[in-house]
């Protein structure tokens, strides 16, 4: 196990061996063996980081502390060095991206601006340029597109802002969706097609919308791919999870497949999509576990994804031989000397209960702690490679997985 302290922030990559999953109760993750253990050491304390991005080679890092400023390190194998310090948001900076292909990073924050920033020649001091969102509440989300001629942002004015480049006034502009959500939308995501886009909402529904402007697309392309839908904000499909608001959603790398958690602890998820209009009529598939909800989610490939969130260890979910998603790995540590718990939730439900009724006793076990590096909140998932990404959270700490 690696440990690099950086200024205040824990930096860790973990290589582990993982529990296995027993559905014995309703989508209950039961650890069922003791798996190689890397320990966490307590962390001094740290503020809490919310959101995180890599650039396309994963040698520069940009989180936000959890204030107003975006901090850039460089990463050099176990070194990592603070390169820039970003200063041009008012308020809390809820969401990083950085664009792959052309090295644009993309800062949304509360106080409703987002910033392109940029480094000409890609050397020297980080240029910020001005997105002009209009909005009336706090950006809450954003995403480039495959193209990253676009991207897309979510807010608490419950609109979608997808802002393209003006090159006569150097700043990006936005164009709203007319059919909003009716409440805060959380998470955006683009399909790798670039003219669909998918959003979830605290109104307790995900939306696909064709997402085609004339001034960043190709109309031809668009028409032939969405037909008589390539209208911007037409609706193509909507999830209903009644249970709970949504919290994040993904496509599959091939955007055949479309998954979304809730506040409900469920895992919302439709295949066969083929990224036209009329594919997108397809039902919704539902996982109902027994965890805490998600907070995050991201495809790692065709056949799994990793979620995560308030039980502040990362799940990884893969498709079956019936072409369902179930979750696998239950991605936690422990310390070497805590056995692995071999019963039930059924089972030590029963003890409680048995106890207080013979006894008149709480024989609950003793709170051991969080099973896993994080201490608290999973906040951020970003995906590295199809073996490896990393998460953030409120404990302060920014840790890669290593599958």
């Given amino acids: 196990p690696l440990h690099t302290t950086f200024y205040n922030y824990h930096i860790m990559s973990v290589n582990r061996s993982w529990y296995r999953v027993s559905d014995e109760v309703s989508g209950a993750i039961i650890p069922d063996a003791l798996c190689n253990i890397v320990s966490a050491p307590l962390p001094s304390p740290t503020p809490p980081i919310p959101t995180?991005?890599?650039?396309?080679?994963?040698?520069?890092?940009?989180?936000?502390?959890?204030?107003?400023?975006?901090?850039?390190?460089?990463?050099?194998?176990?070194?990592?060095?603070?390169?820039?310090?970003?200063?041009?948001?008012?308020?809390?900076?809820?969401?990083?991206?950085?664009?792959?292909?052309?090295?644009?990073?993309?800062?949304?924050?509360?106080?409703?601006?987002?910033?392109?920033?940029?480094r000409p020649g890609g050397k020297g001091p980080w240029e910020p340029v001005l997105v002009v969102l209009r909005l009336n509440r706090a950006a809450l989300c954003g995403q480039w597109s495959p193209s990253e001629r676009k991207f897309a942002v979510g807010s608490g004015a419950k609109n979608i802002c997808v802002c393209f480049y003006e090159p006569d006034n150097n700043w990006w502009v936005s164009k709203h969706m007319k059919k909003k959500h009716s409440s805060s939308v959380?998470?955006?995501?683009?399909?790798?097609?670039?003219?669909?886009?998918?959003?979830?909402?605290?109104?307790?529904?995900?939306?696909?919308?064709?997402?085609?402007?004339?001034?960043?697309?190709?109309?031809?392309?668009?028409?032939?791919?969405?037909?008589?839908?390539?209208?911007?904000?037409?609706?193509?499909?909507?999830?209903?999870?009644?249970?709970?608001?949504?919290?994040?959603?993904?496509?599959?790398?091939?955007g055949s497949s479309l998954a979304v958690v809730s506040q409900d602890s469920s895992l919302h998820y439709v295949l066969g999509l083929d990224g036209s209009a009329s594919g997108c009529a397809r039902p919704a598939d539902s996982l109902r576990l027994s965890s805490m909800p998600f907070q995050a989610l991201v495809f790692l490939s065709e056949t799994k994804l990793v979620a995560a969130g308030h039980d502040m260890v990362p799940v990884l979910f893969e498709m079956d031989s019936t072409h369902k998603f179930v979750p696998t790995k239950y991605l936690t540590g422990a310390d070497k000397?805590?056995?692995?718990?071999?019963?039930?939730?059924?089972?030590?439900?029963?003890?409680?209960?048995?106890?207080?009724?013979?006894?008149?006793?709480?024989?609950?076990?003793?709170?051991?702690?969080?099973?896993?590096?994080?201490?608290?909140?999973?906040?951020?998932?970003?995906?590295?490679?199809?073996?490896?990404f990393s998460t953030s959270g409120l404990d302060g700490k920014l840790i890669i997985w290593d599958l």
């Fill in 337 to 388: 000397d805590r056995p692995a718990k071999q019963e039930s939730r059924f089972n030590a439900a029963q003890v409680f209960f048995k106890s207080k009724t013979d006894k008149g006793m709480n024989t609950e076990a003793e709170d051991e702690g969080p099973l896993g590096p994080h201490l608290n909140v999973i906040t951020c998932i970003r995906k590295i490679s199809e073996k490896k």
């Fill in 186 to 254: 959380l998470d955006v995501a683009w399909h790798p097609n670039n003219f669909l886009l998918a959003s979830c909402s605290s109104d307790n529904r995900c939306r696909v919308y064709s997402a085609c402007i004339k001034d960043a697309d190709d109309m031809a392309a668009a028409k032939s791919v969405l037909g008589n839908a390539e209208s911007f904000g037409d609706i193509l499909l909507e999830i209903d999870c009644a249970g709970g608001w949504c919290q994040s959603v993904s496509w599959s790398p091939s």
């Fill in 52 to 118: 995180h991005a890599w650039n396309a080679s994963n040698t520069m890092c940009a989180i936000c502390p959890n204030n107003t400023e975006v901090h850039v390190y460089k990463v050099d194998g176990n070194k990592w060095e603070l390169e820039h310090v970003l200063k041009e948001h008012t308020q809390l900076v809820a969401c990083l991206a950085w664009a792959p292909l052309t090295d644009k990073l993309l800062s949304i924050s509360h106080d409703r601006n987002g910033f392109v920033w940029q």
